[in-house]
């Protein structure tokens, strides 16, 4: 069955970095996109982006842009996603879930079946 | 950018009754990049509608969506317990955005 299993929580200060993983099972990474998705505390849900571990390709939130790095590992089934020069508002639960471009046999289409798993969510606390 | 903008903010009703929460987009947008995603306290979303109006897998049929251009729908038939939560519009796609969520609560 399809699953995806974030890191643990982190608490950070603020300037600094933080990275968490998504490690997919069930499903072949390739082929899907993975997105992430945070939610500040008593906050709706912020889409923060996307990437296709096919190629590589990006889209991230223009807000976000300049701070953010999503990567993939294929060879692990993982993605990451980076924050840097984290700041207060910046603490919320960050989730990762599949979706956003589909890609096989050399090509690769918006997905249209939304966000169809995600992973458990990671705490990040940015406090001094 | 486009704004996706639910109403009403909190829904207030009995196990049993029809809930219809709105969801309006600020321009046009493809019916099949509009998905409603459900959250309880503590948990991931849950994706329950894409494409408007096809139920996700698991997804019961009490659970409808409906809707195009700038105006769609989620109706849940008859609500049980565990269908008290908060609900999500999304356009994803060629541009990704929430709506700012409505409360189903208990009255």
């Known amino acids: 069955q399809v699953q995806l299993v974030q890191s643990g929580a982190e608490v950070k200060k603020p300037g600094a970095s933080v990275k968490v993983s998504c490690k997919a099972s069930g499903y072949t990474l390739i082929n899907y996109g993975i997105t992430w998705v945070r939610q500040a505390p008593g906050q709706g849900l912020e889409w923060m982006g996307w990437?296709?571990?096919?190629?590589?390709?990006?889209s991230y939130a223009q807000k976000l842009q300049g701070r953010l790095t999503m990567t993939t590992d294929t060879s692990t089934s993982t993605a990451y996603m980076e924050l840097r020069s984290l700041r207060s508002d910046d603490t919320a639960v960050y989730y990762c879930?599949?979706?956003?471009?589909?890609?096989?046999?050399?090509?690769?289409?918006?997905?249209?079946?939304?966000?169809?798993?995600w992973g458990q969510g990671t705490t990040v606390t940015v406090s001094s | 950018e486009i704004v996706l903008t639910q109403s009403p903010g909190t829904l207030s009703l009995s196990p049993g009754e029809r809930a219809t929460l709105s969801c309006r987009a600020s321009?046009?947008?493809?019916?099949?990049?509009l998905a409603w995603y459900q959250q309880k306290p503590g948990q991931a979303p849950r994706l329950l509608i894409y494409?408007?109006?096809s139920r996700a897998t698991g997804i019961p049929d009490r659970f409808g969506g409906s809707g195009s251009g700038t105006d769609f729908t989620l109706t849940i038939s008859r609500l049980e317990p565990e269908d008290f939560a908060l609900y999500y519009c999304?356009?994803?796609?060629?541009?990704?955005?929430f709506g700012q969520g409505t409360k189903v609560e208990i009255k």
């Open positions: 321009q046009s947008v493809s019916s099949s990049f």
């Open positions: 990437i296709s571990a096919y190629n590589g390709n990006t």
């Open positions: 999304q356009h994803y796609g060629t541009s990704w955005t």
């Open positions: 879930a599949r979706g956003g471009l589909y890609c096989n046999f050399g090509t690769c289409y918006y997905y249209s079946y939304g966000l169809d798993f």
């Open positions: 494409g408007a109006s």
